[in-house]
């Protein structure tokens, strides 16, 4: 499975894999496709040195990538605190009785949110990327708009490709006047924050948009017939988000997740603001309910919403509330049915490409086998 851009990068597989657990995506790199590791949960810049280590250690000088995120609204010079003192005590009243309402305990004396997510905030980004430019990585990511100029010239000094997610054509299109050299182009079927559009109507659109630079199929893709699509749609690669999330080397941390993950069928996600703020693929749970529920509060904007949730999302996960338990994961969750390692998952992909490729090719009467 070779493209121009998989050659560019070296890569044996044009799949790439966005996850937010090193060993997924290492694994998938010494698997030759190419891995993302995600930045947001990140607070430490040394926590991500420790982690960046630990994938330069076991990629073998494979190549792989990091994803921030930048959004295109940005929140400067205002402090984490100065943001939580703009959250409504009415929504924080609707959080607390949220978790009542289910009997969700509370953390121990002490005990910090392991959910706090405030690498959407511009600085977090920033001081993210002074680690990451450390490192031999060779494609940065960003969700949520164009990087800063800065930023992209900075990557591109570094000799590292930046590439940024789309979930419209006049995104992606902003994205190449922007200097951006890969566009994701990310379908509505997408777990995480995605657009209206779905893949197979927004990938054409993009790949038309921003021709002659590479597009990435992205949202929805689970097999190895759906990259032939992706790719026969035009795009150089696959960007693949929600199938790592039942790999053996995923570390969710909840065994009752993983369980919720494999027996959802694709009907069971939601398009929400509930997390973040800003409208993401997520499982449909009691907590998701809540909040897209007409006689709530409503969701705050990002990046209050996120701070506002953070200590109810750890709590819910920490004590496994069955009802609530969600996490991003896209429509593809309704295919992830068996927990299998990332090797597995990309040997089944490319066996599933070539049949795929083999069927096209008896349809259109260029094989007879
Ligand atoms: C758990 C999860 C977290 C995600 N977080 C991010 C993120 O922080 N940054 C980002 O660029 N994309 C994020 N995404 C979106 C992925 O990069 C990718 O575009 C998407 O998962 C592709 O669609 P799929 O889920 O159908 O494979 C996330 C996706 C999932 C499932």
Redesign the pocket.
């Known amino acids: 499975m070779k493209t121009e851009l998989s050659r560019t990068l070296g890569i044996e597989h044009a799949i790439f894999g966005?996850t937010?657990f090193p060993a997924v995506a290492a694994a998938l790199t010494r698997a030759g496709g190419f891995g993302v590791l995600?930045a947001?949960r990140y607070t430490a810049p040394e926590d991500l040195a420790r982690d960046l280590d630990w994938m330069q250690e076991h990629t073998g000088g494979l190549p792989y990538g990091l994803?921030v995120?930048m959004p295109a609204k940005k929140v400067e010079g205002v402090s984490e605190a100065e943001v939580e003192a703009m959250i409504p005590e009415g929504h924080r009243a609707f959080v607390r009785a949220t978790l009542a309402k289910h009997g969700v305990p509370e953390l121990a004396e002490g005990e910090a949110s392991g959910w706090r997510i405030t690498g959407w905030m511009e600085q977090v980004a920033r001081n993210q990327l002074d680690v990451a430019f450390d490192y031999p990585i060779k494609l940065l990511?960003?969700?949520l708009g164009s990087p800063p100029p800065d930023v992209v010239a900075r990557a591109h000094d570094h000799g590292v490709l930046v590439a940024a997610?789309a979930g419209s054509a006049r995104h992606a299109r902003h994205h190449a006047e922007a200097g951006i050299d890969i566009v994701?182009a990310?379908g509505y079927?997408?777990?995480?924050?995605t657009g209206e559009i779905a893949s197979m109507v927004l990938t054409p659109e993009v790949v038309d948009a921003v021709s002659p630079l590479p597009v990435l199929a992205?949202?929805?893709?689970?097999s190895g017939e759906q990259i032939a699509a992706g790719l026969a749609l035009g795009a150089q690669g696959v960007?693949?988000?929600?199938?790592w999330?039942t790999t053996t080397e995923a570390d969710l941390h909840s065994r009752a997740l993983t369980a919720k993950l494999l027996a959802a069928g694709s009907g069971d996600t939601v398009r929400s603001r509930a997390l973040t703020g800003k409208p993401a693929r997520q499982l449909r749970t009691g907590w998701t309910d809540a909040w897209d529920d007409p006689a709530g509060p409503g969701t705050l904007p990002m990046p209050l919403q996120g701070l506002l949730v953070a200590e109810a999302v750890s709590r819910i996960q920490k004590y496994e509330i069955d009802p609530l338990l969600g996490?991003?994961?896209?429509?593809?969750v309704g295919r992830m049915n068996a927990e299998r390692s990332v090797q597995q998952v990309v040997d089944e992909l490319t066996r599933g490409f070539e049949k795929a490729v083999d069927r096209i090719n008896r349809i259109a009467g260029r094989s007879d086998s």
């Open positions: 966005f937010p995600g947001v994803d995120v990511a960003n969700a997610l994701v990310q079927e997408a777990g995480g924050h992205a949202g929805g893709i689970g960007w693949l988000g929600s199938i999330l996490t991003p994961v896209g429509q593809i």
